[in-house]
């Protein structure tokens, strides 16, 4: 389906991934708040959370900084 040749699912996929840029962002800061790092760790982590659009939200989730291993 395109009209004036704009395709709406490329469209869609892309307001998606601009959507949850922010949502994702704020969750990984607020997140971010509540580790035990340095003063120094947090930082790089807020920059590469702020100025990597998803990407950087989504290592912050994977990566789990600070967190304490129980094995």
């Known amino acids: 389906m395109e ?3 704009t395709n709406f699912g490329i469209l869609i996929i892309n307001l998606l991934l601009v959507g949850s840029w922010p949502l994702f962002s704020i969750i990984a800061l607020l997140g971010l708040r ?3 790092l340095t003063g ?5 982590w807020a920059i ?3 100025a990597v659009p998803v990407l950087g939200a989504l290592a912050f ?3 789990k900084p ?3 291993d129980q094995t």
């Open 66 to 68: 600070g967190e304490n």
């Open 3 to 5: 009209l004036l040749g």
């Open 34 to 36: 509540r580790r035990s």
């Open 48 to 50: 590469l959370v702020v």
């Open 61 to 63: 989730f994977i990566v």
């Open 40 to 44: 120094t760790n947090q930082a790089l």
